[in-house]
Each structure stands twice: as C-alpha cells, then as structure tokens.
C-alpha cells in the first residue's frame, strides 16, 4: 500500500536497517525451494527442515499473478499482483518493502538502502478473527498485504524491479520483499524473493577455449565470447553460501576486491568424444566463474576464465566436445534441455547451465632427452651398454632403430647395446620412437671408438749370465722382461758393446773391454725404442 504518515515514520526506520535485512533473504528463498547442496548430516537435515516448519508467517498470492512457493513467489506482475503476509503477532512483524537484488551484491561502499523503494510499505495490522498464520488460532494473528508496485522507484536509478535483461544474464533473476519489526530488525523466515511473469529468459552462457587443438594432458584457457558472460546459474555469494552450508562473505571493499568466485562444488567439465553419450569427468579446479558484485555505477556480472586440464586419457586425433557445467540454483530453466546428459544429475530443487567447446587432441612430440653419444676404447667396446630416455610421452615407449651400424643395436625399449668387439670409428643408430597414446618423435645415438692406446712396458733385469774380460770378446746374457726391440747400447769408457740377439726376456750382448782396470761390477746403460732406459750391472774380472 502507498505511503501515510505511519508509514513514511517507518521508511525512516528501514532505511537505517535495510543491509542488515537483505543479506537474510536468500538463504530464506532457497530453503524454501528445498535446494539440498550441503553436506549435511541427518541431524543437521532434522535441524533444518524443523526451522524451516517453525516460520511465523504464512505467505500467500492473494489477488493477480503469481504462485508462492514457500519464501520464493514467481511470477509477479507489477501494480497487480498482491502478496499476502499472515504472521503470529509473536513474530512482531510491522513492515514490508521491496528492494533490487543489487542490495545482495553490492560492495561495502555502497548504500543499500538505495535499492529499496521505500515509497510502497505494507503495514501489519491484528486481526482477531484471523486463524491462518502457522499459529492457527484467533487472536493470535497479524495481517499485511503487499501490492507489487506498478513503477517501482529507488533513488538508485540502477536499482530496478523488474530487474533489467543486463541483471537477468548476471543472476539477479528477481527481487527481494522483506519484512521487519517496528524497530527495523528483520522477521526470521519472513522475507522471500519475486520473479516478475513479463521478465525475459537469460542468455546462454558461452565459452571459448584457446587453443581446442592441443595434446592430452596439457591445458586450455578458457574465457567468454560475450563481454558479459551470462554465467547466471549462481552469481550471488550468499545464495551458494546457503546452498553450501558455508558462512556468506562480507561484502568487499571495492568490487576490484569482488565477492570470490563460484565455489568448484558447484562447477562441472565432462568430455565426450564424438558421437559418444558416455562423459569422460574433466576437472574444474583451474576453472573460475566470478560472482555478482555492484560498486553503486556498475553490476559487475559473472565472467569466466582461468584454465582446464584436458583428460590424459583422451585418444590422439579424435574430435571432442568439452561442456562446462554451472549448477543452476535460480528459478529459470536450463539454457539447455540437454544439461541434464551433458552435465550429469543435479540435486534436488537445483539443475545445470551449461557451454561447450570443440576440442581436438593432437598428436604431443616425444623428444629425446639426455646423452645422445658416448665414446669408449677398442678393448671395452665389446661390453658396452646405455638406455636411451625421452620426454613428452605418455606412459611406455617404443623404439625402432631404422638406420645404422649393424654392431650397435637399440632394442625396443631403448637400450643400446654393441655386437662384438668394434674397431676403431664411429657407429650410429637412429629410428623413431612411440607410445601406445599415437605420440611420436625420434632418437639418434653415436657410439665413438677409439684406438686403444699403446702399453708402455718398464724393462727389468732378473739377473746377467757371463762376465767381461779385457781384450777378448764376450757375450753376455741379461734376462729379464719387458724388452721391447734391440735397444741401443751405451757402455763404459774403453769398451764395446752391441745386442746380438734379443726377446721379450733375453738380451744377448757382444762385449769387448779394450781398456783395463781393476776387476768388479761395470754398468752399461740401454736404451729402448719406447723411451725406455735400463741400466745393466754386470762383472768385469780384468
């Protein structure tokens, strides 16, 4: 009903409480529509469903359009259709008035009173004869009748009931009636949410993914076609707060801080490959849906973005179609009659919204990683051994040699392995490598023998058979080992000497002592063709 002076007392006092008021209805309006998301037990459901009977008022249509569905009444029609409260005088209640639902999202910074028409109060009046408020005897209740206005006016000209389509696609799919006390403190259970019969329907939320031809495994980005968003489905914070069973938000600063994003419980990706109807379950952890908030010039709607994980399950070259699902927790139908085989089942008094995107897997490049050669000495060829290894494959591969030595083989799982003792030169081996996920690439490997180097032998003398005398020619015997080739002899002063004979063990050398002396041990020096040198100690008995 229009204002009076009773009631233009009242505006004053509901406008100093309207933000304590609005942050109640939602919670109020879902639990009436039976929506079940939370994880709750069957104690706290008891608890529940018990609160929910407990409600002092009864709310009814009383004349136009429109039908209540406990604290949710859809399809108003402005300046005809009347709501009737019929509450326990217990409940206290005085007032009614009707607000846009940016009073839910609006950020700390702006004025939530703004969004009330507060020029269109309904007042509680006793009755005595009454007996239909959940009290249910007279005496006991209290009546007042709300008339949707035909113009509603806020002094927030953003602020509109009817909401406008711009609101619709962002989630505030109706507007909030709330009732309080003559001291401005809201009627627990009393307030509800309208939907209007003339409203539109909501966009379809779209999406687009970059890039949709990509290797499983990896990830996309997503993001919207529409600059908008139209992710409707649950763009107000508090409403999944009840949904959830969690505390709301505070309302934030700023909308650059904003109210969050859309809780994972409440998003859903499913893969389906091409002319298949079975899901292959996504996951939407890297996924973000951005709620509702309104900085007093602009409602900030919901946008999506952040990235997706693309199923390592998923078949090279096969065609997908990728659905992202958001629970629908507004009065409106899906924007698709498929959500339900798209999306999966949705709990009760809820549904989905959905998008999709194509999506091809491609074929991932398998590199070769670590050392490609390897370098080893004639005499250790015979045994070598090494195992190939690659990155960007998806679980086992695969290796078939094409070309190469017939001596260094690669077998199908990589490992490197020669036949036979190599000569000295280099060795090669290259083919390709797979897994069972149809990724490929290619390997090479080189195998560098080299020569052997030489082994240097140490001469030593064991002992020397016969002994020099002055004058006369003799042959000396030095055994040993390691005499490698006739080396050149260096003798004392006044004597000569040269190798007649020699082995690897046994030097014969051909002696003659021109200048004399005393008798006793000489010592002649050789020196081999390997840089050798040995020092021979032998008897000269004069």
């Given at each position: 009903?229009?204002?009076?002076?009773?009631?233009?007392?009242?505006?004053?006092?509901?406008?100093?409480?309207?933000?304590?008021?609005?942050?109640?209805?939602?919670?109020?309006?879902?639990?009436?529509?039976?929506?079940?998301?939370?994880?709750?037990?069957?104690?706290?459901?008891?608890?529940?469903?018990?609160?929910?009977?407990?409600?002092?008022?009864?709310?009814?249509?009383?004349?136009?359009?429109?039908?209540?569905?406990?604290?949710?009444?859809?399809?108003?029609?402005?300046?005809?259709?009347?709501?009737?409260?019929?509450?326990?005088?217990?409940?206290?209640?005085?007032?009614?008035?009707?607000?846009?639902?940016?009073?839910?999202?609006?950020?700390?910074?702006?004025?939530?009173?703004?969004?009330?028409?507060?020029?269109?109060?309904?007042?509680?009046?006793?009755?005595?004869?009454?007996?239909?408020?959940?009290?249910?005897?007279?005496?006991?209740?209290?009546?007042?009748?709300?008339?949707?206005?035909?113009?509603?006016?806020?002094?927030?000209?953003?602020?509109?009931?009817?909401?406008?389509?711009?609101?619709?696609?962002?989630?505030?799919?109706?507007?909030?009636?709330?009732?309080?006390?003559?001291?401005?403190?809201?009627?627990?259970?009393?307030?509800?949410?309208?939907?209007?019969?003339?409203?539109?329907?909501?966009?379809?939320?779209?999406?687009?993914?970059?890039?949709?031809?990509?290797?499983?495994?990896?990830?996309?980005?997503?993001?919207?076609?529409?600059?908008?968003?139209?992710?409707?489905?649950?763009?107000?914070?508090?409403?999944?707060?009840?949904?959830?069973?969690?505390?709301?938000?505070?309302?934030?600063?700023?909308?650059?801080?904003?109210?969050?994003?859309?809780?994972?419980?409440?998003?859903?990706?499913?893969?389906?490959?091409?002319?298949?109807?079975?899901?292959?379950?996504?996951?939407?952890?890297?996924?973000?849906?951005?709620?509702?908030?309104?900085?007093?010039?602009?409602?900030?709607?919901?946008?999506?973005?952040?990235?997706?994980?693309?199923?390592?399950?998923?078949?090279?070259?096969?065609?997908?179609?990728?659905?992202?699902?958001?629970?629908?927790?507004?009065?409106?139908?899906?924007?698709?009659?498929?959500?339900?085989?798209?999306c999966g089942p949705a709990p009760q008094g809820a549904s989905w919204i959905d998008a999709s995107f194509p999506f091809t897997v491609a074929t991932a490049a398998i590199t070769q990683s670590g050392s490609q050669t390897a370098t080893v000495t004639a005499n250790k060829s015979a045994t070598f051994s090494a195992q190939l290894a690659v990155t960007g494959n998806s679980g086992a591969t695969t290796f078939a040699q094409a070309t190469g030595s017939p001596q260094?083989?690669?077998?199908?799982?990589?490992?490197?392995?020669?036949?036979?003792?190599?000569?000295?030169?280099?060795?090669?081996?290259?083919?390709?490598?797979?897994?069972?996920?149809?990724?490929?690439?290619?390997?090479?490997?080189?195998?560098?023998?080299?020569?052997?180097?030489?082994?240097?032998?140490?001469?030593?003398?064991?002992?020397?058979?016969?002994?020099?005398?002055?004058?006369?020619?003799?042959?000396?015997?030095?055994?040993?080992?390691?005499?490698?080739?006739?080396?050149?002899?260096?003798?004392?002063?006044?004597?000569?000497?040269?190798?007649?004979?020699?082995?690897?063990?046994?030097?014969?050398?051909?002696?003659?002592?021109?200048?004399?002396?005393?008798?006793?041990?000489?010592?002649?020096?050789?020196?081999?063709?390997?840089?050798?040198?040995?020092?021979?100690?032998?008897?000269?008995?004069?």
């Amino acid at each position: 009903m229009k204002h009076n002076a009773r009631s233009t007392d009242a505006g004053r006092r509901w406008r100093r409480t309207l933000s304590s008021i609005v942050s109640l209805v939602a919670g109020v309006s879902l639990a009436a529509t039976g929506l079940t998301l939370a994880s709750t037990t069957a104690a706290s459901a008891a608890t529940t469903a018990t609160t929910a009977s407990a409600t002092p008022c009864a709310i009814s249509v009383s004349a136009g359009s429109g039908t209540a569905v406990g604290s949710l009444i859809l399809g108003v029609t402005a300046g005809t259709t009347q709501i009737t409260f019929d509450c326990n005088t217990s409940s206290n209640a005085a007032f009614g008035v009707e607000a846009s639902m940016l009073s839910l999202v609006g950020a700390s910074s702006v004025s939530q009173e703004a969004s009330a028409d507060t020029s269109a109060l309904a007042t509680f009046k006793a009755s005595p004869t009454d007996t239909s408020c959940p009290a249910g005897t007279a005496g006991s209740c209290e009546t007042a009748t709300f008339t949707i206005p035909a113009s509603f006016s806020a002094a927030d000209p953003n602020a509109q009931c009817p909401p406008t389509q711009a609101q619709i696609n962002a989630g505030l799919y109706g507007c909030v009636l709330a009732v309080a006390t003559a001291a401005g403190v809201p009627v627990p259970g009393v307030s509800a949410l309208i939907t209007y019969a003339n409203s539109p329907a909501p966009a379809a939320p779209t999406v687009v993914a970059t890039p949709n031809v990509a290797v499983a495994g990896s990830s996309v980005s997503l993001s919207d076609t529409s600059a908008s968003g139209d992710w409707w489905g649950n763009a107000v914070q508090t409403n999944q707060a009840v949904a959830l069973g969690t505390t709301p938000l505070a309302a934030p600063a700023t909308c650059a801080t904003g109210y969050g994003t859309v809780p994972t419980p409440l998003v859903m990706v499913n893969w389906f490959a091409k002319g298949s109807t079975t899901p292959i379950p996504g996951s939407a952890a890297g996924l973000t849906i951005t709620n509702d908030c309104y900085d007093g010039t602009t409602l900030h709607g919901p946008t999506i973005g952040g990235s997706i994980a693309v199923p390592s399950t998923l078949t090279v070259g096969t065609s997908y179609t990728a659905f992202v699902c958001e629970m629908n927790i507004t009065p409106y139908p899906s924007n698709d009659s498929s959500a339900a085989t798209n999306c999966g089942p949705a709990p009760q008094g809820a549904s989905w919204i959905d998008a999709s995107f194509p999506f091809t897997v491609a074929t991932a490049a398998i590199t070769q990683s670590g050392s490609q050669t390897a370098t080893v000495t004639a005499n250790k060829s015979a045994t070598f051994s090494a195992q190939l290894a690659v990155t960007g494959n998806s679980g086992a591969t695969t290796f078939a040699q094409a070309t190469g030595s017939p001596q260094l083989v690669v077998s199908s799982s990589g490992a490197v392995s020669t036949s036979g003792a190599l000569a000295p030169g280099t060795y090669q081996a290259t083919g390709t490598v797979s897994d069972a996920n149809g990724d490929g690439g290619a390997f090479t490997f080189a195998l560098v023998v080299k020569k052997a180097p030489p082994v240097v032998v140490v001469p030593r003398v064991r002992r020397v058979v016969g002994a020099a005398v002055r004058g006369r020619f003799v042959i000396l015997t030095v055994l040993g080992s390691g005499f490698v080739g006739r080396p050149r002899v260096s003798p004392p002063y006044g004597t000569v000497a040269r190798v007649v004979a020699s082995s690897a063990t046994m030097l014969k050398l051909r002696v003659l002592v021109r200048v004399g002396g005393p008798h006793g041990f000489r010592v002649m020096v050789l020196r081999f063709n390997n840089g050798k040198v040995l020092r021979v100690r032998y008897l000269f008995r004069g």
